[in-house]
């Protein structure tokens, strides 16, 4: 079937971005356009936005060095989209309105950038093409900051947000324990993780136990008990001085309650939304009336290319490119995944699941690599995040500032008529 | 007077501390342990909190290998002190402590490493010295993140969070630019800069004029007009899709109250400090229901090391050297400056001033390098300030984190009876 061999390539990046999701882009991109069997190569804008309303970028008109410099750069640089599709019972529209598009365009091969609702209808999307007449061999690509897809040893999009967290978390440190005996005695940082902790946990890695900083990790795993936690905080101070808190922002009471809901009003008594740090500081300042100050990294986390960890950017870039062998290889309904085979040395290598496997699933972190007070990282976790973290993979500067990419986005000829309304 | 060339040497980090402020304390150890005119090198354990309880650290007993790693670690490594000395009419007990701990360890040279406060302190030190006949050559040693510090082009510390903040500012915009359509729409960054916006103004090398992210700079030179400001936020999302602001700490309303002290009350009815970005934040969303992120850099923007900028490195080395420099030439009571000779290629020299003329004044951002709309800088600020951030300076990593100094800090045996009281 020589048509079939040379369909065209859809790519999209989606859900929350990082700091190596375009090196996956890259992946993909670079191996795509090398194909024989692949005639031309398409990134949605906006993500799959861009796929429900024909808006598609081809990408085969941008520079060979654009494209080379994906790879050291941040954020998606055709556009992401927080955009889940309904359940096919409840919008079947959608997932048609798929196809018609990649029918138009002769997209044979779908690649989808994203966690594990991407997964998922990356998976539909192969189903319901087969059911309609126009099979369409869909891959994932994983990327989630959040590090927790199953079945993977890790995803594309931790290690630089870890190495970015344990990095800034030894330098904000340093400075408090410079200060301390005159001035700020608590430090909190928070960092993202809505539902696990792995982000938290990585700033274990900036010091080597209890006793060196952070010396208390709130994770989301771990139901947060203000009395044993002010207690814990006391005894820091008395012993070192100062005391250094990294809260992920998914900490949460036993109830459930995340702490960023604490019902912090502003001067109108409209609830205040956001900020774990903020609130723990406070409750710290009323026990104890310890000087604090806090940080909240949000976005600076993710988006931290210039900080990237190298085997991150390496790692990204290899399943896109996976994502690409595979699919020229006839495996459908697949993600590539990235198998650990040793820790120290470090050696990975890429594998593959069912995209049926990881869709809608969670993983957090396991108890094992949580220290049995609940505040800090075991050695074992610290195996586990320390090689994700290594080494350096600096972006390009131009006056004093990283270079990063900007695509063209040469649009593609419309072929539909028809609109579709988000 | 062989005895007076062969005094020792105290040096003592004061106020917050920075990316660079132990490459000062580099360029002065290193310089005066090179001189055959200087004894010993002591520092003060936590500044100058050190001097008063003859808390000293001999200097000399660190290795060379650590000595010359401070040129590339964050933040305080002898300990700063927020410790500001009453004025002599106040508190002249004080003063003649210091002079009584410096008599009994024969310190003839005093390097004060510090913004305007810690001049004032350097300037009367030398003076009550004098006045005790106990002759001490204070020279001071300027640092602040700030940059507010007059007669001097700029402020070791500054360059490098200018780095930070510009850089962060740009990866933080192409994570919003990319999600923008179906999710934030508007960012907020909170720099510091209590009383000068220097550092909100580092924020507007991440793009290029108002069409570029940042697309609205918060200064505390100019009054916050709320109105203007969300008629602004608009005009920016609907011509962009998106708007990315940074707000000063210390930005404020035309009564002079700061945003950060908006009033805003915990479930308590507590009031809760700090954030002018929630502030900000919260004011769009009541305005405009757009969809938020925001971010509070706090001590990471001034502990970043790891994105350090070359050239901020190299002047902090270079007042501290040349600050002993001029204490071996006899020069007494100033304190070294950075002289901008040329922008174009960026060309400076070192300078000194008297501590007099530096004391307690503060430095703002002019009205030529404020954009006319006040929400961006101008082509003459960029001009001033691109110099400052390039170059970049990486520390050594080990096991994917920085590897910073961590100093023995053997203490001088003490040789006073007496006890000093904070």
């Not at 029918?103 to 319901?128: C, E, P, W």
Request: hydrophobic share 40%.
């Amino acid at each position: 079937m020589s048509k079939s061999t040379r369909q065209n390539a859809f790519y999209a990046q989606s859900g929350g971005v990082s700091a190596v999701i375009n090196a996956s882009a890259c992946g993909v991109i670079e191996t795509a356009l090398r194909s024989k069997r692949i005639r031309r190569v398409y990134a949605g804008r906006d993500g799959i936005v861009g796929a429900l309303t024909e808006d598609l970028i081809d990408v085969g008109r941008e520079s060979r060095a654009t494209l080379r410099a994906l790879k050291h750069t941040p954020a998606g640089a055709f556009g992401s989209a927080r955009f889940k599709l309904k359940g096919i019972e409840q919008n079947r529209a959608e997932y048609e309105r798929l196809i018609e598009v990649f029918r138009a365009h002769d997209i044979g091969h779908f690649f989808y950038n994203g966690g594990n609702d991407s997964m998922d209808t990356a998976l539909k999307v192969s189903q319901i093409g087969a059911a309609l007449g126009f099979p369409i061999t869909c891959v994932g690509v994983p990327k989630t900051v959040d590090n927790d897809l199953p079945h993977t040893d890790c995803c594309p999009g931790f290690g630089s947000v870890a190495k970015y967290v344990a990095v800034s978390t030894r330098e904000a440190a340093l400075d408090v324990a410079s200060m301390a005996r005159t001035s700020t005695k608590v430090f909190v940082l928070e960092v993202m993780g809505r539902h696990a902790g792995w982000i938290a946990a990585a700033a274990g890695l900036a010091g080597g136990g209890p006793d060196e900083p952070p010396h208390i990790i709130l994770f989301p795993e771990v139901p947060f008990e203000p009395q044993r936690f002010l207690e814990r905080v006391r005894a820091c101070v008395t012993a070192h001085g100062y005391c250094v808190i990294v809260v992920s922002e998914g900490a949460a009471y036993p109830d459930g309650k995340f702490l960023a809901d604490a019902g912090t009003r502003d001067a109108f008594g409209h609830t205040q939304l956001g900020g774990a740090a903020p609130v723990v500081a406070n409750m710290v300042r009323e026990a104890h009336g310890y000087k604090y100050h806090w940080a909240v990294a949000d976005y600076l986390q993710r988006a931290a290319r210039h900080i990237a960890s190298r085997v991150d950017v390496e790692q990204a870039y290899a399943v896109g490119r996976a994502a690409v062998q595979l699919a020229l290889a006839g495996v459908n309904a697949v993600m590539p995944t990235i198998v650990r085979r040793s820790s120290s040395p470090y050696r990975w290598q890429i594998g593959h699941v069912p995209l049926g496997a990881v869709a809608n699933q969670e993983k957090k972190v396991p108890p094992a690599y949580i220290r049995e007070d609940g505040f800090g990282i075991t050695a074992a976790c610290r195996r586990y995040l320390e090689p994700l973290i290594a080494g350096e993979a600096y972006p390009p500067y131009r006056k004093g500032l990283p270079d990063y990419a900007h695509i063209k986005g040469v649009p593609v000829r419309r072929k539909l008529t028809t609109e579709f309304k988000l």
